[in-house]
């Protein structure tokens, strides 16, 4: 099927406020718009407002992006995006502040909403036979030493292979991919325990492949809000591989597979394995003192502290902790996190990251140290694809950085087999 971007719906008339947003404007600088002849307008039904052409708001828009690219400097490269936004260690999708939403609603009901702008109150994803039954095999072939970004690599590019429609990059077939390779994924993992079901929301799949222990409602709850807080965090270093590949109009299980290869890193996605370690260790000896010393000593940073983007405690942190405080078999666990808080905090002033939180969850529920990157390769795989559908829309390769060469001045001698070495 022919690659092509999606496009509004011609028969579709937008109120001045949609095109207000879409345009990224003040509703009256839509109708300066109108007064300057760039936009036309025509009045509502019943005489009521104006309404404007989709397919020329989205044209007028396209052509400000272009207009307005920042310019790149000292190596930094901006990307235009409605997605998320992080300012003053808070952040929001779609404006909405990400923690109220994590909070109130389930992945799968934000991960449509931010895809769509359509909140869809029960929403469940579910994977057709077809998708799970290749992912399946290829994960089971696999060797037992394979880590959790492994199964998912693999699983999503086995996937692809029993989607002959994955090459539409039309919205509607990027969205229904979307809808069925996040349970697939999910899917392809093999359940700790041989009697689980697979039914409920995505969380509570999730869970059985994460821990053997009985679904506990209450931590169920916070691995829930886990993945909806991971959804999306800005430009990641994974979602800019991923706005690289659907420049390149990659599909979107490769786009899912570049953000998949990025994530495994250990200052990424693996991060919140080595907090896990670090709060058993702290468990184990009974104080966080000897174990930070450790880590200092050792030249590391304290894993799970300190954030970038947030001065502050990192907003997802904070949502988590506050849930995990009504988890009981949490309570040691997140002692040992605070502690390691406050013993660090006699030297630097760092304070809890998302990674910190996960740990706290994964050491409290029988999961193993991997947990953690598994529920955020799963999560972040909604960001990815909405990132793409974004990226569809915009000129292709575009995003395309110069090289700053450093070797040495052509012209060179041609090289000769006598300067090899023996």
């Known amino acids: 099927m022919t690659n092509h971007a999606p496009a509004p719906d011609p028969n579709r008339r937008l109120t001045t406020k949609e095109a207000a947003?879409?345009?990224?404007?003040?509703?009256?600088?839509?109708?300066?718009?109108?007064?300057?002849?760039?936009?036309?307008?025509?009045?509502?039904?019943?005489?009521?407002?104006?309404?404007?052409?989709?397919?020329?708001?989205?044209?007028?828009?396209?052509?400000?992006?272009?207009?307005?690219?920042?310019?790149?400097?000292?190596?930094?490269l901006a990307v235009r995006t409605r997605i998320t936004l992080i300012e003053q260690?808070?952040?929001?999708?779609?404006?909405?502040?990400?923690?109220?939403?994590?909070?109130?609603?389930?992945?799968?009901?934000?991960?449509?909403?931010?895809?769509?702008?359509?909140?869809?109150?029960?929403?469940?994803?579910?994977?057709?036979?077809?998708?799970?039954?290749?992912?399946?095999?290829?994960?089971?072939?696999?060797?037992?030493?394979?880590g959790p970004a492994d199964r998912l690599?693999?699983?999503?590019?086995?996937?692809?292979?029993?989607?002959?429609?994955?090459?539409?990059?039309?919205?509607?077939?990027?969205?229904?991919?979307?809808?069925?390779?996040?349970?697939?994924?999910?899917?392809?993992?093999?359940?700790?325990?041989?009697s689980h079901r697979d039914e409920g929301s995505l969380a509570r799949r999730l869970w059985a492949r994460l821990t053997g222990r009985p679904v506990d409602e209450a931590a169920l709850r916070v691995l829930d809000t886990a993945l909806t807080l991971l959804i999306d965090h800005d430009l990641a270093a994974s979602t800019v591989a991923v706005r690289v590949a659907a420049s390149a109009h990659a599909h979107a299980y490769a786009v899912v597979s570049t953000g998949l290869g990025v994530l495994e890193g250990p200052l990424h996605g693996a991060a919140s394995g080595l907090a896990h370690r670090m709060l058993l260790e702290v468990l184990?000896?009974?104080?966080?003192?000897?174990?930070?010393a450790d880590e200092l000593r050792a030249g590391r940073r304290v894993p799970g502290l300190g954030h970038p983007l947030y001065p502050g405690e990192d907003p997802r942190a904070q949502a988590l902790f506050a849930l995990?405080?009504?988890?009981?078999?949490?309570?040691?666990?997140?002692?040992?996190?605070?502690d390691v808080v406050a013993t660090t905090a006699r030297h630097v002033p760092l304070h809890a990251n998302v990674d910190l939180a996960l740990a706290?969850?994964?050491?409290?529920?029988?999961?193993?140290?991997?947990?953690?990157?598994?529920?955020?390769?799963?999560?972040?795989?909604?960001?990815?694809?909405?990132?793409?559908?974004?990226?569809?829309?915009?000129?292709?390769?575009?995003?395309?950085?110069?090289?700053?060469?450093?070797?040495?001045?052509?012209?060179?001698?041609?090289?000769?087999?006598?300067?090899?070495?023996?």
């Open 153 to 194: 690599r693999v699983a999503a590019a086995a996937a692809a292979t029993a989607d002959p429609l994955r090459f539409d990059l039309s919205e509607r077939a990027v969205l229904g991919t979307a809808r069925t390779l996040i349970p697939t994924l999910v899917a392809a993992l093999p359940p700790v325990s041989r």
């Open 21 to 76: 947003e879409l345009l990224g404007v003040k509703p009256e600088t839509v109708y300066a718009y109108v007064s300057r002849g760039q936009l036309g307008s025509r009045r509502g039904q019943g005489g009521r407002g104006s309404t404007f052409d989709a397919q020329e708001v989205e044209s007028l828009a396209r052509r400000h992006r272009r207009e307005r690219q920042p310019a790149r400097s000292g190596g930094d």
């Open 284 to 292: 184990d000896q009974g104080s966080a003192a000897p174990v930070v």
């Open 324 to 338: 995990l405080e009504q988890v009981p078999e949490a309570a040691p666990a997140l002692a040992a996190a605070r």
């Open 360 to 422: 706290v969850l994964t050491a409290s529920t029988g999961m193993p140290a991997a947990a953690g990157e598994t529920v955020f390769a799963v999560a972040r795989t909604a960001g990815w694809i909405a990132h793409a559908l974004e990226e569809y829309t915009e000129p292709p390769l575009r995003i395309r950085p110069s090289g700053l060469y450093t070797g040495p001045r052509p012209p060179q001698p041609l090289p000769s087999a006598a300067d090899a070495p023996e």
């Open 89 to 146: 260690d808070r952040y929001y999708f779609r404006g909405v502040d990400a923690t109220e939403l994590a909070t109130r609603y389930s992945y799968e009901e934000v991960a449509e909403w931010l895809w769509t702008g359509v909140l869809r109150p029960g929403v469940r994803f579910t994977a057709p036979d077809a998708s799970v039954s290749a992912a399946r095999r290829a994960v089971r072939a696999l060797p037992e030493i394979s």
